[in-house]
């Protein structure tokens, strides 16, 4: 066998040095920019949030691209409160992530960037969560905690309980991050007053109505996503009114459904837009039939 000797190839530990400073700040833009950009894992968040009761407390965990809007479906669900929510504009970059999804999109888009939050209130004395559900006093104080805890928390967007003209509960948004990363005041687009000629039409018509109304007052387009289309499209609604809150004009709209509706406002940063989604609130249940009472065998039957 022949053996051949090859020299190693050695380089001067200062070129080595050099090589890698020159590398360094490459490196580290890399590691920046998937930092700010990786998009929210597929098991980060949950479904849906958790309610559990403890020793007279009710224990809320949510975690969504909405937290807090989470928590208001699983409140619905759990003791049926019926409540509205609204957006804030996330316009700063740290309240928004980018979602990379090559199935819906070619490029990635904005979308509120999300979290978690937990809260608690206590269940009155009573009949637990079934007296719960009837006492409305006790649903706002407990949409109160809710809101307290989430603005408390590091989560985009700040919120404030409210009440509409038709005296329901609306959770919203009235603040979030600057462009210099300060929490700024925000005034809520549905506290944009409008005129809307009051007239007879389908509810569907009504709304988009305000929503166009809205957006000749302020700017910001609003427009009209998932709704029941079958129960507003063939609903006429009596709605109007001369600089009016364009809520409490949704809230006219809505009142006159056959069956009761909620909305959700949600704020899309990647296109600077709101979208209106309209919900019908599901039928409760019927609760089972009690069982029929036991009946005792004759005398002389065998038992």
Request: glycine letters at 6%; one cysteine or more.
């Given at each position: 066998m022949i053996e051949i000797d090859?020299?190693?190839?050695?380089?001067?530990?200062?070129?080595?040095?050099?090589?890698?400073?020159?590398?360094?700040?490459?490196?580290l833009l890399l590691a920046l920019a998937h930092s700010q950009t990786a998009p929210?894992?597929?098991?980060?968040?949950?479904?849906?949030?958790?309610?559990?009761?403890?020793?007279?407390?009710?224990?809320?965990?949510?975690?969504?691209v909405r937290p807090l809007a989470q928590a208001l479906d699983a409140l619905q669900k759990k003791y049926g409160w019926v409540v509205d929510y609204e957006d804030p504009r996330?316009?700063?970059?740290?309240?928004?992530?980018?979602?990379?999804?090559p199935l819906r999109a070619p490029k990635p888009r904005l979308i509120p960037a999300g979290g978690r939050f937990e809260a608690g209130f206590p269940l009155p004395t009573g009949e637990g969560s079934v007296e719960l559900s009837k006492e409305k006093d006790a649903e706002e104080k407990a949409l109160r905690l809710v809101v307290d805890a989430y603005n408390q928390s590091d989560n985009a967007g700040?919120?404030?309980?409210?009440?509409?003209?038709?005296?329901?509960?609306?959770?919203?948004?009235?603040?979030?991050?600057?462009?210099k990363g300060a929490i700024t005041a925000q005034k809520a687009i549905f506290d944009s007053a409008v005129t809307v000629v009051r007239a007879q039409r389908t509810g569907t018509e009504t709304i988009q109505l305000i929503c166009r109304r809205v957006r000749a007052r302020t700017g910001v387009p609003v427009n009209l996503g998932v709704s029941p289309r079958i129960l507003l499209?063939?609903?006429?609604?009596?709605?109007?009114?001369?600089?009016?809150?364009?809520?409490?004009?949704?809230?006219?709209?809505?009142?006159?459904?056959?069956?009761?509706?909620y909305w959700r406002l949600l704020f899309d940063p990647d296109s600077k837009a709101y979208f209106l989604d309209l919900h019908a609130v599901p039928a409760a249940k019927a609760p089972p039939a009690p069982a029929p009472p036991a009946t005792a065998p004759p005398p002389n039957s065998p038992s």
């Amino acid at each position: 066998m022949i053996e051949i000797d090859v020299p190693e190839l050695r380089l001067p530990a200062r070129a080595i040095r050099m090589a890698r400073i020159k590398l360094l700040p490459g490196l580290l833009l890399l590691a920046l920019a998937h930092s700010q950009t990786a998009p929210p894992q597929k098991d980060s968040f949950q479904k849906t949030a958790t309610i559990s009761e403890d020793q007279g407390t009710v224990h809320l965990v949510a975690s969504a691209v909405r937290p807090l809007a989470q928590a208001l479906d699983a409140l619905q669900k759990k003791y049926g409160w019926v409540v509205d929510y609204e957006d804030p504009r996330y316009l700063a970059n740290v309240d928004v992530t980018e979602l990379v999804d090559p199935l819906r999109a070619p490029k990635p888009r904005l979308i509120p960037a999300g979290g978690r939050f937990e809260a608690g209130f206590p269940l009155p004395t009573g009949e637990g969560s079934v007296e719960l559900s009837k006492e409305k006093d006790a649903e706002e104080k407990a949409l109160r905690l809710v809101v307290d805890a989430y603005n408390q928390s590091d989560n985009a967007g700040r919120f404030e309980v409210k009440k509409s003209g038709e005296g329901n509960f609306v959770v919203v948004g009235i603040a979030a991050h600057d462009s210099k990363g300060a929490i700024t005041a925000q005034k809520a687009i549905f506290d944009s007053a409008v005129t809307v000629v009051r007239a007879q039409r389908t509810g569907t018509e009504t709304i988009q109505l305000i929503c166009r109304r809205v957006r000749a007052r302020t700017g910001v387009p609003v427009n009209l996503g998932v709704s029941p289309r079958i129960l507003l499209d063939h609903n006429p609604v009596t709605a109007g009114g001369t600089k009016v809150a364009a809520r409490d004009l949704l809230s006219q709209v809505l009142s006159q459904t056959r069956s009761p509706c909620y909305w959700r406002l949600l704020f899309d940063p990647d296109s600077k837009a709101y979208f209106l989604d309209l919900h019908a609130v599901p039928a409760a249940k019927a609760p089972p039939a009690p069982a029929p009472p036991a009946t005792a065998p004759p005398p002389n039957s065998p038992s």
